[in-house]
């Protein structure tokens, strides 16, 4: 008789398999390039048990940034509970997130080229929205708590909100998570150190925050 817990869970496990190894070939070698019967190799399968789990490869990669960005998530939400960032200010939640920006960076630049790549790819195949809809869930986590700090910078008025909140994200979240895309795939010029931007990151941290936290 058939363990169907057992068969249930092997096929799970078969699954993140796949996705990790696509995620590691595509941010290596970029996506447009690679075929499925890449990432089947790569997987150490055949690519009709590939094919039995996404049914081509479009859908496959939105599956792989879904579940990067969701592990993110939690990564930045550990962060965000054991700093007690729950209970400080706007403007200090406001510097927490900049700066998990800037470690995503420094930790996960294989993600931020992903990142890229997928960014270009998806633009390319004009994906339909319900394709899409596991992507936009995981990237839904990310807009619904800045727009609780947007929420608590209007009740404790750390934090300038007379831009709107669209402006504020797009300022502020959208250009750094660009411009770590753009370090992590080395797409800069005229620096010291093309190995390390942190310096850069800081600076614009510091710009945005410039511009958003109110002194007292």
Known sequence: MRNIEKDEREMAERREMMLEAGFRIFAEKGIE?????????ECGLGIATVYRYFSNKLLFVIAIGARKWREYFGEV????????????????ELAFYLDSYIALYRQHPDML??????NGYILHEHPEPEQMSEYLVAAALFVKKFHRLYEKGLLDG?????????VMFN???????AVC???AQGVVVHTDDPE?????????KNMILDRYVIKH
């Open 33 to 41: 390039t690679v075929s499925m019967q890449e990432v089947a190799d």
């Open 196 to 204: 390390d931007l942190t310096m850069e990151l800081q600076i614009l």
């Open 171 to 177: 300022s502020t979240m959208h250009i750094m998570l």
């Open 77 to 92: 939400e550990r962060k965000y509970a054991a700093r007690g960032i729950a209970g400080a200010d706007a403007a200090e």
């Open 113 to 118: 080229k992903f990142n890229q790549n997928f």
């Open 181 to 183: 895309c753009r370090f």
């Open 158 to 166: 750390s934090i300038r909100t007379d831009d709107g909140e669209t």
